[in-house]
């Protein structure tokens, strides 16, 4: 069981706009603006795409965004495309003594 | 241009040992804090362990103090993972990644290099 939580799949029609949510706690999600989303692709490693939970890398599209409120993290990717199709990955900088980062246990985006 | 490339994965038995490591290119490496993450077939992502600038602060996983250790060669802008005592649970591909700043996001990952341990 992961430690913050992502539903497991999501879909979306090209054009459309997806959000995926990543639930942590008050010892990490929700207390601190240090949430970060990654994208895999099958055989892939994986590719930062927000981090500080709503920053974008140089190089990563603005249909990608994120945000948060209270303990959950949201990614939102708009004017959805083929390549999109991937897993979703959130993180987030923990106080917790057993642990550096938390990772979601992952979202597959299928673009329909 | 930034690189991370994994070596020295394998397949090996249940007890034994293996080092990992990553050769790092086109940044300034012993600025930079690095940490390995794995992914079990078909599972998500697991941090693993965390070394900063200068070795100050190493952190492990509970799944692998004491048997895993995490190590770096500024001079030779590598980064290492010294695993003994491999279990099945260890079965993963290995991925290298650099902080990209204070927060612990990681900007930059290796390719990965698979782990397996099997009797």
């Known amino acids: 069981q992961s430690a913050l939580t992502q539903p497991a799949s999501v879909s979306g029609s090209p054009g459309q706009s997806i959000t995926i949510s990543c639930t942590g706690t008050s010892s990490d999600v929700g207390d601190y603006n240090y949430v970060s989303w990654y994208q895999q692709h099958p055989g892939k490693a994986p590719k930062l795409m927000i981090y500080d939970v709503n920053k974008r890398p140089s190089g990563v599209s603005n249909r990608f965004s994120g945000s948060k409120s209270g303990n959950t993290a949201s990614l939102t990717i708009s004017g959805l495309q083929a390549e999109d199709e991937a897993d979703y990955y959130c993180?987030?900088?923990?106080?917790?003594?057993?642990?550096?980062?938390?990772f979601g246990g992952g979202t597959m985006l299928t673009v329909l | 241009e930034v690189q991370l490339v994994e070596s020295g994965g394998g397949l090996v038995k249940p007890g034994e040992s293996l080092t990992l490591s990553c050769a790092a290119s086109?940044?300034?490496?012993?600025?930079?804090?690095l940490n390995w993450v794995r992914q079990a077939p078909g599972k998500g992502l697991q941090w693993v362990s965390s070394?900063?600038?200068?070795?100050?602060?190493?952190y492990y996983a509970d799944s692998v103090k004491g048997r895993f250790t995490i190590s770096r060669d500024d001079a030779r802008t590598s980064l290492y993972l010294q695993m003994n005592n491999l279990r099945a649970d260890d079965t993963a591909i290995y991925y290298c990644?650099?902080?990209?700043?204070?927060?612990?996001?990681?900007?930059?990952w290796g390719p990965g290099i698979l782990v397996t341990v099997s009797s």
């Open positions: 993180s987030s900088y923990t106080r917790r003594s057993d642990s550096y980062v938390l």
């Open positions: 086109g940044f300034t490496f012993s600025t930079y804090a």
């Open positions: 070394i900063s600038r200068y070795s100050s602060y190493i």
């Open positions: 990644a650099r902080e990209g700043g204070g927060s612990r996001f990681y900007d930059y």
